[in-house]
């Protein structure tokens, strides 16, 4: 009955790892060899487990990456233009806590996105808050906040998201309001939060690509001078992991 009585009360107070846990350590015939303080210690280290786990779906949840990438699945065998060296450090997390960016370069089917996704996975399980947006999609959704008045608070969660990952950049020519759109949010990140992109264009063409001289150099001189540059090369990795012949 006490037992009972403790269960509910764990549950009541949202302890639903250290409730499990209790539940478990009920039902197991050789928990007693255990003094109170290894049990306690178990019960506590679920309850952290299931926090931890928790957030992390959150944070996966609320990032929208267009792929379920994970570093442990990056494949440096095949010969596209990857220094695990790189890789590694870049898995350390600390281009985030030192505001740095990530531009990774290369042709279509090359695995610029699942590179990119596998690292904001990687940002995510370790605590930072990410999203993911294609360019085209940026830029149409803040014209859209701008008609319906809710610009300013577009700009201001883009600046808060500590990774913000643009895919696509350079598909189409840039109107005057897109590149005046993404010289905003780059401004409004510079040095607070980190910016991971992803383009089939080589950096050298990102000033003819955007367009207006003095706006090009402002988005870029906030971009690349801190930025990880990651040139993809070879062919297809969706061809080649393609079940058709």
Request: charged share 25%; with cysteine.
């Amino acid at each position: 009955m006490l037992n009972q009585q403790t269960i509910e009360k764990l549950f009541a107070l949202k302890l639903i790892g250290m409730t499990e846990a209790f539940k478990d350590q009920m039902i197991q015939p050789d928990i007693n060899r255990l003094s109170f303080e290894e049990r306690f210690g178990l019960i506590v280290d679920r309850q952290w487990t299931w926090k931890e786990d928790r957030r992390l779906q959150r944070y996966l949840k609320a990032a929208k990456l267009k792929l379920n990438a994970c570093v442990e699945d990056i494949d440096y065998r095949t010969p596209r233009g990857i220094d695990q060296s790189v890789i590694m450090r870049l898995i350390s997390c600390d281009w985030i806590r030192h505001h740095q960016n990530i531009i990774i370069t290369g042709p279509t089917g090359a695995g610029k996105t699942f590179l990119a996704c596998a690292l904001a996975n990687k940002a995510c399980r370790e605590g930072y808050r990410t999203l993911y947006i294609r360019s085209p999609k940026l830029y149409y959704e803040l014209a859209v906040s701008r008609g319906d008045g809710s610009y300013g608070k577009m700009i201001n969660k883009l600046a808060k998201t500590q990774i913000l990952l643009l895919d696509d950049l350079g598909l189409a020519p840039m109107t005057d309001s897109e590149r005046r759109d993404l010289l905003e949010v780059i401004e409004d990140r510079h040095g607070s939060g980190s910016t991971i992109i992803t383009s089939q264009l080589p950096i050298e063409n990102w000033h003819e690509h955007i367009g207006d001289p003095t706006i090009a150099d402002a988005i870029l001189d906030r971009l690349i001078h801190s930025a990880h540059k990651i040139n993809l090369k070879g062919g297809s990795m969706r061809k080649k992991h393609s079940s058709l012949t």
